[in-house]
């Protein structure tokens, strides 16, 4: 079967107005304000809570590694609370996903969010049925970019890896496609805009709307 798997954050959902959200919360509990801005910095959210209190403590000299692991807890905690008060899916992506469903393909995702709060993201948004099969960051023993969990969703999914595409928007998922040995589609619409094509992906991908004749194209 013919497979689109997915990222999630910052490919299908724009998630960084919550995500700087629940970083700022861990700073302002130090004493530290709003460190992250939630438009400048949603590059830097898109890559993960560990990389936003980085940042955040690397910007202000308040604290390192250690600190970064005394309050990852925090923010995940304060995420999930507050998970889609400000996340909004790009334009056409659900439309996207139904009509390759309705072309004969297969869907998933894939994310290095915690399964949980994927799950829990993709119920408040309303589209928990849309893509049902979901791979996280916790549901195997590894994340990416190490290939397990893509093909562990494309396997989940009905599929095949020598027919299926990853949709992605970073250089995590750019390394994880080429170590499974799928195609990669990145996206035009997130932080770096066309900037991303720097990762050479084996195409670009600047809105929803294009996907499905994109997916006939580079899977037959």
């Known amino acids: 079967m013919r497979t689109v798997v997915f ?6 959902v724009d998630t960084s107005g919550d995500l700087i959200a629940a970083a700022n919360s861990c700073f302002r509990a130090r004493g530290l304000g709003d460190v992250l801005d939630p438009v400048a910095d949603a590059g830097i959210a898109f890559r993960g809570g560990r990389a936003m ?6 910007r202000t000299g308040a604290g390192g590694e250690a600190e970064v692991d005394a309050d990852y807890d925090a923010l995940l905690a ?17 439309s996207a996903v139904e009509t390759l469903k309705q072309r004969g393909f297969v869907v998933a995702i894939c994310t290095n969010k915690p399964e949980g709060l994927a799950r829990q993201l993709m119920d408040e948004l309303g589209t928990a049925h849309v893509l049902p099969t979901l791979i996280g960051a916790d549901t195997l023993t590894v994340r990416k ?11 989940l999914a009905g599929g095949e890896a020598g027919r299926a595409l990853l949709i992605g928007d970073t250089d995590t998922d750019a390394k994880t496609a080429r170590a499974a040995g799928v195609g990669l589609v990145l996206v035009g619409f997130g932080p770096e805009g066309d900037a991303i094509a720097r990762l050479e992906p084996d195409a670009m991908m600047r809105h929803f709307d294009d996907l499905p004749d994109l997916a006939e194209r580079m899977l037959g």
Do not use: K, M, Q
């Open 7 to 12: 990222d999630l954050d910052g490919t299908l």
């Open 53 to 58: 209190l980085r940042e955040g403590f690397a």
């Open 78 to 94: 304060a995420y999930g609370d507050s998970i889609a008060v400000h996340s909004r899916a790009y334009e056409g992506a659900w």
């Open 145 to 155: 970019p190490d290939p397990a969990p893509l093909l562990r969703a494309i396997e």
